[in-house]
C-alpha cells in the first residue's frame, strides 16, 4: 500500500493532471514498469480521481503481498490474515473497477516501484525471516489505507466514490487491527 509522502505525491500529480500540466491516460514510467495514471474524461474532481488511482493501487499491493505471505509465511496467524488479505482486497478491487468504469476512468493495475523492490526482497525470504518484514509492512500499509479512505469519506466529493470509501473504510481499519495484532504475537 502507500505511504503518506506517496499520497502527497499523488496529489500533486492529480492536480498537475486537471490544470492539463500532465499527459491525461499515458503511462508514467516507474523502474521498468508502466503504470497507468488517468483522470476521467468527466467531470470527477481530481481529489476524487486520486483516490481511485491510489486504492487501485493498494488492493494489487495487498493481493501480491498476501499471495506472496502464503507462499513464504511458516506462521498459520499470518497465513490466515494473508487468506482474508486477498479475500477481502480482491472483493474491494473487482467492486473498484467497476465503479471506475462508471466513472469513465483506467485504473493502475500494477504496484509502485517502492513496492516491486521490496516484493522482491520479500521474495527471497522464508518462514520467520519473511513474517517480520512482512507485518511490518503491513501495518504502514494498513495505516496509509485507512488515512486514503478516511480522508475520501470524509472529504470526497462524487458521491459513489465517497459511498466507497466510506463502505471500505472499516474493513481497512480491521486489516490495520489484525496486522497490529500479529506484530504483538511475535
Known amino acids: 500500500m502507500i505511504g503518506s509522502s506517496r499520497v502527497a ?8 493532471v486537471s490544470a492539463g500540466h500532465w499527459p491525461g491516460n499515458q503511462s508514467a514510467k516507474a523502474a521498468d514498469t508502466q503504470v497507468q495514471y488517468a483522470v ?12 481511485i488511482n491510489l486504492a487501485a493501487i ?3 499491493e495487498d493481493v501480491s503481498f498476501a499471495q506472496l505471505a502464503q507462499t513464504n509465511s511458516s ?3 499470518v497465513d490466515r490474515f494473508a487468506a482474508e488479505m486477498v479475500r477481502d482486497h480482491t472483493l ?8 471506475a468504469d462508471t466513472k469513465a ?4 493495475n500494477l504496484m509502485d516501484a517502492t513496492h516491486q523492490a521490496l ?7 522464508k518462514g520467520s525471516g519473511f513474517d517480520g518484514p512482512y507485518i511490518d509492512t503491513q501495518i504502514k500499509d494498513q495505516v496509509a489505507a485507512v488515512q486514503l479512505f478516511e480522508a475520501e ?12 470509501a466510506q463502505h471500505y473504510l472499516p474493513m481497512m481499519q480491521q486489516h490495520l487491527e489484525m496486522a497490529q495484532a500479529l506484530k504483538g504475537a511475535e
Open 153 to 164: 469519506a470524509q472529504t470526497g466529493t462524487d458521491p459513489d466514490v465517497r459511498g466507497f
Open 58 to 60: 493498494s488492493g494489487v
Open 40 to 51: 476521467s474524461p468527466s467531470a470527477l474532481a481530481a481529489n476524487d480521481a486520486t483516490f
Open 92 to 99: 474491494a478491487s473487482q467492486q473498484l473497477l467497476k465503479l
Open 119 to 125: 516484493y522482491q526482497q520479500l521474495g527471497s525470504s
Open 9 to 16: 505525491a499523488m496529489l500533486g500529480i492529480a492536480a498537475l
Open 75 to 77: 506462521n498459520p496467524a
Open 105 to 108: 476512468m483506467a485504473t493502475p
